[in-house]
């Protein structure tokens, strides 16, 4: 159970639909997968994907920082110190994907060493989530036209609307135009990216409050301090801190300071470990979860409803799963498949995945 050996690999698979937001634009899924070995032969897998506009982590910063410090920080630990790893992970500032892919590799070396998979070893809830899917910044038409392809293909009815352009009449347009198009059963929530001011995101809120709105997300940023108290607090939905509120200090000070009154975990960012510790969290302060989307692979897909399945908070609302449908291609052998609006966990040890080696060799970019 000894890891012996961390790799970090760089690939890079186009977006055959990119995906536009307030805060960024993804064309090409420039990820790094790691790869955690042990003195069994064992080899965990997980997926980073860095995201400069969030986080500040780039492709080539993530490969250093675990090639750096991680790898020989903790090469000789065991799947069992979780704990250990956690801790000397923590020792460096920042850096939230690469830290969480390690994490979750070693979970997944954990879950195949034990011929168990990890969704049970986490908490063993269910053995699905319902899907969400997100839609970017285009025409009101052609949002609606992507929804119901959404809807009609893989049977989802739950959407998170992508807001924060100006003038919000942009997207409030959107929102309406959804409503209309899809009917009262289907749910939407919308997520600004930090993308308007405060004034702008209650009228915002005000013009969609016929809308029957499930959550409304990072309208505006959490460092316009006194502004988003002043929002949240008129918000009649739950309000989602999401890149406000990564660790489970931040999610803390965020939900005491009145800067939101619900929580995005996202998987990709705080790895198996640090989710439980935000789940947890917001256990105790008694505020809704729902398992977000950073804009992941396959295999970024499958560790978050590994995680959401777990448990009966994450498990309760349709989990962000969808948007892997995006990408040109993927590094699975087999590929996740959503059926009436739901995708579940996989039977096999570990996460159930494997990569595919071909795919890899064809996508890596280091060669
Ligand atoms: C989201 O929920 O904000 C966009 C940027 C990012 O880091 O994640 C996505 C989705
Ligand atoms: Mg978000």
């Known amino acids: ?54 986080y500040g982590e780039t492709q080539r910063g993530v490969l250093a920082v675990i090639e750096d410090i991680f790898a020989p920080q903790l090469v000789g630990t065991t799947l069992l110190e979780r704990e250990v790893v956690s801790d000397r992970l923590s020792r460096t500032v920042g850096n939230p994907v690469a830290k969480a892919a390690v994490d979750m590799a070693v979970w997944d070396a954990l879950g195949k060493t034990l011929d168990l998979p990890v969704t049970d070893l986490l908490g063993g809830y269910t053995d699905r989530m319902r899907v969400s899917h997100m839609l970017g910044f285009d025409e009101p038409a052609a949002m609606v036209a992507e929804a119901e392809r959404m809807r009609d293909t893989y049977g989802i ?8 352009r100006t003038p919000f009449q942009l997207d409030t347009a959107v929102v309406r135009a959804l409503r209309e198009g899809l ?12 993308g308007w001011t405060p004034a702008e995101s209650a009228r915002a809120m005000h013009e969609m409050a016929d809308l029957g709105l ?5 309208l505006c940023p959490a460092d316009d301090v006194l502004g988003r108290r002043w929002l949240v607090q008129q918000c009649d939905v739950p309000f989602i801190a999401d890149e406000s509120a990564v660790t489970a200090a931040d999610v803390t000070r965020e939900i005491l300071g009145g800067a939101a009154t619900a929580i995005s975990i996202k998987t990709s960012r705080t790895g198996f470990t640090g989710s439980a510790r935000v789940l947890h969290l917001a256990e105790g302060l008694g505020i809704e979860v729902v398992m977000g989307n950073q804009i992941d692979s396959q295999l970024g897909s499958m560790c978050t409803v590994v995680f959401g399945s777990a448990y009966r908070l994450t498990s309760r609302r349709a989990g962000e799963l969808s948007n892997f449908l995006d990408m040109s291609d993927d590094l699975l052998t087999e590929p996740l498949d959503i059926r009436d609006g739901h995708l579940a966990v996989r039977p096999g040890a570990g996460l159930g995945v494997e990569v595919d080696p071909d795919k890899l060799a064809h996508f890596r970019t280091d060669h």
């Open 157 to 164: 009815t739950t959407f998170k609307v992508k807001v924060g």
């Open 1 to 54: 159970m000894k890891i012996t050996r961390i790799e970090a690999i760089p690939y890079a698979i186009p977006y055959s639909k990119p995906l536009r937001f307030a805060s960024g634009e993804v064309t090409v899924a420039q990820h790094v997968l790691v790869r955690v070995h042990t003195d069994d032969g064992v080899v965990g897998v997980a997926d980073a994907p860095p995201r400069p506009f969030t």
């Open 183 to 194: 009917g009262e059963e289907v749910e939407l929530y919308v997520d600004g990216n930090r």
């Open 214 to 218: 499930l959550f409304a997300e990072e």
